[in-house]
């Protein structure tokens, strides 16, 4: 992700007085304000990056007004694109969260006007002075935040970048089909969820979750960019229930509707709980793409244990994740694929982290050669109201207790990576006694795997291996070298997993090209801003090239975990 700005209402109409968003919203149908704002959604989903792209968006939709109208519209943005490049900023059109925003306005201020069956001309010009004002809401907001950290702007730029990182990043689809067909295969195995499945699955009239996870993808693959709604086939009316279950519910004006929302919600639950409307008929619209595929894992976790009796039998949400942490997330998926990223060999050790409960040696340790690779796998959430805090030391702190120590001072992440290497130095494990080869230097490598997309956001890898380095100071660890601190998400250890037993790259070279890497863009004295924020991007970024998902791997583990052949 990189720093963008993006146009307001001053910038596109000088001389014109703002109007008031509350007023603006009053006078025009909510259907129909926030079927455009989805529109646009459905739209900008996979041009959020691509300027060229978004400014043919904007281009025809500023067609529907009359020439002069359109024409000067055009101009004063061409003038904001200059001013802006100028000074070496990157431009967005349109942002995620600024539509987010305007969408959660829309549903605060509903109202009962009859939507007509196609916006007209007045309705789109309303949208467009909504959206320039939320735009400039969002941009005074940001400005206001980052006032007590002008002086520096790594931390501008990772409070800007935490409260807009998983509304703009677009969801890989691929992973979470993965994620979801492991989640649901373990509730069908689990003695005590599986009752519990077939309860979910009866709620939503569905025989099988292979039906819910097809239904889903062949929604997301099959529209993206392409149509807006969506219409069920005479052959799948039966999946009718499943997708009114994640529709938004019918508000009405009335303040005392309990559907209707009475504050702005950083976190968008409306929408992440239904992130469909019903336009009839069998005929849906998506309203924000990246929460309608949460809807296959992280969505359905949730609406697993909101939606049936399993919430009696576990207690709160937060206990039933703190089980799925360990008996799933980490050895249903973790394991499976970090010891997919190395080739199968006799002289290679892995070691799950279950395995020896006596030692401390993290939550999974390889060694090929001279070269170890402990990993600390990290199924942890930074709450919405830490990344909308616009607050860096809020931020920072949270990041501190989720990576290097809680709050009642037990070691995490790094803090427990230091301490094993400390051990492992001295005397190695029981396990691997590499004594025995004869090294005279070990190449020792820490890793990170995250499940939240947050920790993707640029600089967070800077705070917490800033803490390792730290930790390692006057430590005596001889001729061994002690590499960097890396985090990967665990979306990222997939992608490498699946592209190494497609073209056969080793994960250690992998992972020294990255730190080279970032030590090239660390050298490298800053002229400008964007100079700053490319020495401050992480893994997912600096290794986009190393990431990508095009293996027949990959597409016969999606369509076996889909089960198309039962389609």
């Given at each position: 992700m990189s720093f963008a700005v993006f146009p307001t209402f001053k910038e596109i109409f000088p001389g014109i007085e703002q109007p008031s968003l509350e007023e603006i919203l009053l006078t025009t149908s909510s259907s129909t304000l926030l079927k455009i704002a989805a529109f646009l959604n459905s739209r900008i989903h996979i041009t959020q990056l691509d300027i060229k792209e978004q400014e043919t968006i904007f281009f025809r939709w500023i067609g529907v007004f009359d020439i002069g109208t359109r024409q000067n519209i055009w101009s004063n943005y061409l003038k904001f694109k200059e001013r802006n490049e100028a000074r070496g900023s990157r431009i967005c059109l349109f942002n995620s969260i600024a539509l987010l925003r305007l969408m959660?306005?829309?549903?605060?201020?509903?109202?009962?006007?009859?939507p007509c069956l196609e916006a007209t001309t007045e309705e789109e010009m309303i949208f467009v002075h909504a959206w320039l004002i939320s735009n400039s809401e969002l941009g005074d907001q940001i400005q206001k935040s980052a006032r007590p950290t002008a002086?520096?702007?790594?931390?501008?730029?990772?409070?800007?970048?935490?409260?807009?990182?998983?509304?703009?990043?677009?969801?890989?689809?691929?992973?979470?089909?993965?994620?979801?067909?492991?989640?649901?295969?373990?509730?069908?195995?689990?003695?005590?969820?599986?009752?519990?499945?077939?309860?979910?699955?009866?709620?939503?009239?569905?025989?099988?979750?292979?039906?819910?996870?097809?239904?889903?993808?062949?929604?997301?693959?099959?529209?993206?960019?392409?149509?807006?709604?969506?219409?069920?086939?005479?052959?799948?009316q039966f999946l009718a229930s499943l997708f009114d279950s994640f529709t938004l519910p019918t508000l009405?004006?009335?303040?005392?509707?309990?559907?209707?929302?009475?504050?702005?919600?950083?976190?968008?639950?409306?929408?992440?709980?239904?992130?469909?409307?019903?336009?009839?008929?069998?005929?849906?619209?998506?309203?924000?793409?990246?929460?309608?595929?949460?809807?296959?894992?992280?969505?359905?976790?949730?609406?697993?244990?909101?939606?049936?009796?399993?919430?009696?039998k576990v207690g709160s949400f937060a206990s039933f994740l703190r089980q799925l942490g360990s008996s799933f997330a980490e050895s249903k998926i973790f394991y499976t694929h970090v010891a997919r990223c190395f080739r199968q060999d006799r002289h290679i050790v892995k070691v799950t982290g279950d395995q020896y409960n006596t030692l401390e040696y993290t939550d999974y340790y390889v060694r090929e050669g001279k070269s170890i690779f402990l990993f600390e796998f990290k199924n942890v959430l930074i709450s919405s109201a830490v990344k909308q805090s616009m607050n860096y030391k809020t931020i920072e702190q949270e990041i501190f207790k989720k990576l290097v120590r809680n709050e009642k001072g037990k070691p995490k992440g790094v803090t427990q990576l230091c301490n094993v290497i400390k051990n492992l130095v001295a005397k190695p494990f029981p396990f691997d006694n590499f004594l025995s080869k004869k090294f005279s230097r070990l190449n020792i490598y820490p890793i990170l795997v995250c499940t939240d997309d947050f920790f993707n956001v640029d600089g967070v890898e800077k705070i917490v291996n800033d803490e390792f380095q730290r930790q390692?100071?006057?430590?005596?660890?001889?001729?061994h070298k002690i590499n960097p601190a890396v985090i990967i998400?665990?979306?990222?250890?997939?992608?490498?997993?699946?592209?190494?037993?497609?073209?056969?790259k080793n994960f250690q070279h992998v992972i020294d090209l990255y730190n080279e890497r970032k030590a090239k863009r660390r050298k490298r004295s800053p002229q400008k801003f964007q100079d700053i924020l490319l020495q401050q991007q992480g893994f997912k970024t600096i290794m986009s090239d190393h990431l990508r998902n095009q293996s027949d791997n990959l597409i016969n583990q999606v369509a076996d975990t889909l089960k198309l052949n039962e389609s």
């Open positions: 959660d306005r829309i549903m605060i201020s509903y109202n009962s006007i009859e002086h520096n702007l790594f931390e501008t730029i990772l409070i800007s970048q935490a409260s807009q990182h998983e509304f703009v990043e677009r969801k890989d689809i691929f992973t979470q089909i993965l994620f979801s067909g492991s989640f649901f295969d373990y509730l069908s195995e689990n003695l005590t969820y599986e009752p519990f499945l077939k309860e979910f699955l009866a709620n939503k009239k569905l025989q099988s979750h292979h039906q819910y996870l097809r239904a889903l993808a062949e929604v997301y693959i099959k529209d993206i960019g392409q149509d807006f709604s969506f219409t069920l086939t005479p052959d799948n009405a004006a009335d303040p005392m509707n309990p559907n209707h929302p009475k504050m702005p919600d950083q976190d968008f639950k409306t929408f992440r709980t239904f992130p469909l409307v019903n336009l009839g008929e069998g005929t849906y619209y998506i309203l924000h793409h990246n929460f309608f595929v949460d809807k296959l894992y992280q969505g359905a976790i949730f609406d697993f244990y909101k939606q049936t009796s399993v919430c009696d390692l100071l006057n430590q005596d660890f001889g001729k998400h665990i979306n990222d250890l997939i992608s490498l997993q699946l592209n190494r037993i497609s073209s056969k």
